[in-house]
């Protein structure tokens, strides 16, 4: 791209290039619901699994779930926040367990 100035010779008008911001994507925030049958450790196994946490990292996570109702897994673009949903709930009942995976602009 150019960066020196054009000029318009009738009008004696230097142009400058015109400079977009251009915005980063929105970001979601993948989000587990608590429920009254999924086990804590399956939890901690999702979190490890699928959000590439270490074990205090999921824990920390899980025992947010269980105690406040949900636990923030990440921020993702949406697309990937999107895949990150469906291939949890789909983990979920492939183990025959309830756990809710859902995701909201952050």
Do not use: S, W
């Amino acid at each position: 791209m150019a960066t020196r100035k054009q000029t318009r010779p009738e009008a004696g008008i230097a142009l400058e290039p015109e400079r977009q911001q251009i915005k980063p994507p929105p970001l979601y925030k993948v989000i587990l619901l608590n429920d009254d049958f999924t086990p804590m450790d399956f939890v901690v196994v999702v979190l490890e699994k699928f959000f590439r946490m270490n074990r205090e990292q999921a824990t920390v996570v899980m025992l947010n779930v269980h105690r406040k109702g949900r636990g923030v897994c990440g921020l993702f673009p949406r697309d990937l926040a999107a895949t990150k949903v469906e291939q949890v709930g789909a983990f979920a009942r492939r183990h025959q367990h309830p756990l809710a995976c859902v995701m909201e602009e952050n």
